[in-house]
């Protein structure tokens, strides 16, 4: 009897393995689309029917959105959340949380980069050679208490072997603390437009390889790490992967990755009722990895979407096994964007190695593709 109890025993257990096995080879995926508020129109309402995907992540605030919506009214994005809804999809508002304000006006005003790119020393030129532009831009900053003058500046330290161009990524961005009051505030408000089924975090990571910081930064890390980064100059890590890492480079690229979880879960932690995703290369390394590093992430969001732009499927693979190991049980949703040559090799070798879904960077993509991920979720 003992026997016949353990062989009914080994056998339920037995059946009950290729059940969940067969589950979760299964599963139906995720399919999230992003696009910018400002780009919507009519064909893509008619993909959304044709092709239904999950979960619309709309821009709100793109990173070359000077104002919020890009000045659109607040009628018609309520009009797109509605439509959405209606059509059976969740809506997920997007904000990029660093701004390039301004960056293609300051060009084709033939203007010097160098000399104006900052927001602030844009925003001096506007004040004395176009009020009338200064206002419309910065009068929504000015009354939700974030003044465009005032907005400090990184200093930027040349780096031999290595240079980034001045551009978006050092204009203005969350380390300065009354930026993240200023996102705070964006937030609430188009959320307040049209209640969105959760919120995504684009360009989390503010970064250049020599870019210095703010005092306030200076005073983060300085008391956090005993360490003072203003007599540092830094060096991007293929350098030093050549060159060998000082503790001082450790030390460096670690505290920029702390730093910057601090500065974004002070934006995403006040906003408990939604679900959050946040956008990931998948770095592992948080010496090397900046904000990026996936471990950091996985205790803000409750998914990451991995943008792997890799043509070599492999590399996609090893990157969606590392990612998933060290995320805690957190969604994790692949990013396909059309510079990829190959974006169905990178889909299905996402799908056979775990991933919960696939995140399309836009929806222009060739309709087989479409058809391939519907054909999943109708399986």
């Not at 353990?6 to 067969?22: A, N, Y």
């Not at 969740?90 to 160098?114: G, H």
């Not at 005993?226 to 992967?241: A, E, M, Q, V, W």
């Not at 222009?364 to 999943?376: G, I």
Request: a negative charge; glycine letters at 6%.
């Amino acid at each position: 009897m003992k026997r016949l109890l353990i062989l009914i025993s080994g056998l339920l257990i037995f059946f009950l393995l290729i059940h969940f096995s067969f589950q979760k080879e299964n599963k139906k995926p995720i399919v999230v689309w992003y696009t910018v508020f400002k780009y919507l129109d009519e064909d893509f309402f008619e993909k959304v029917k044709k092709y239904k995907p999950d979960i619309v992540l709309i821009s709100v605030f793109a990173e070359d959105d000077v104002l919020p919506l890009n000045g659109s009214s607040p009628e018609k994005l309520k009009n797109v959340v509605e439509r959405l809804h209606g059509l059976g999809v969740k809506v997920y508002f997007s904000y990029s949380l660093f701004s390039r304000s301004m960056y293609e006006e300051i060009k084709d005003k033939n203007l010097s980069f160098e000399e104006y790119g900052h927001v602030s020393d844009y925003a001096k030129y506007l004040k004395a050679n176009n009020p009338q532009l200064y206002h419309y831009y910065f009068d929504y900053y000015i009354e939700r208490g974030l003044l465009p003058e005032e907005i400090p500046k990184v200093e930027r330290k040349p780096v031999e072997g290595f240079y980034v161009e001045p551009g978006h990524y050092s204009c203005i961005n969350p380390l300065y603390k009354p930026y993240r009051e200023f996102m705070v505030k964006v937030i609430n408000e188009t959320i307040s437009i049209a209640k969105p089924d959760g919120l995504s975090f684009d360009h989390i990571r503010f970064f250049t390889f020599d870019e210095g910081y703010n005092e306030d930064i200076r005073d983060f890390i300085l008391q956090n790490f005993n360490f003072d980064i203003y007599n540092y100059t830094p060096k991007p890590p293929f350098i030093l992967d050549r060159t060998g890492w000082s503790k001082e480079d450790e030390i460096y690229y670690y505290s920029r990755a702390k730093v910057i979880e601090y500065a974004v879960n002070d934006i995403v932690s006040r906003f408990p009722d939604f679900e959050k995703f946040g956008t990931t290369m998948g770095m592992i390394e948080p010496a090397r990895a900046d904000g990026q590093y996936v471990e950091l992430q996985a205790n803000i969001f409750d998914g990451l979407l991995l943008m792997a732009y890799d043509d070599n499927p492999l590399e996609v693979v090893r990157n969606v096994k590392e990612t998933i190991a060290r995320t805690k049980g957190k969604k994790v949703i692949l990013g396909v964007s059309v510079i990829v040559d190959k974006p169905m090799e990178n889909i299905k070798a996402g799908l056979e190695n775990g991933v919960d879904g696939i995140y399309l960077l836009g929806y222009k993509f060739d309709d087989s593709l479409h058809e391939y991920l519907l054909s999943l979720r109708n399986a």
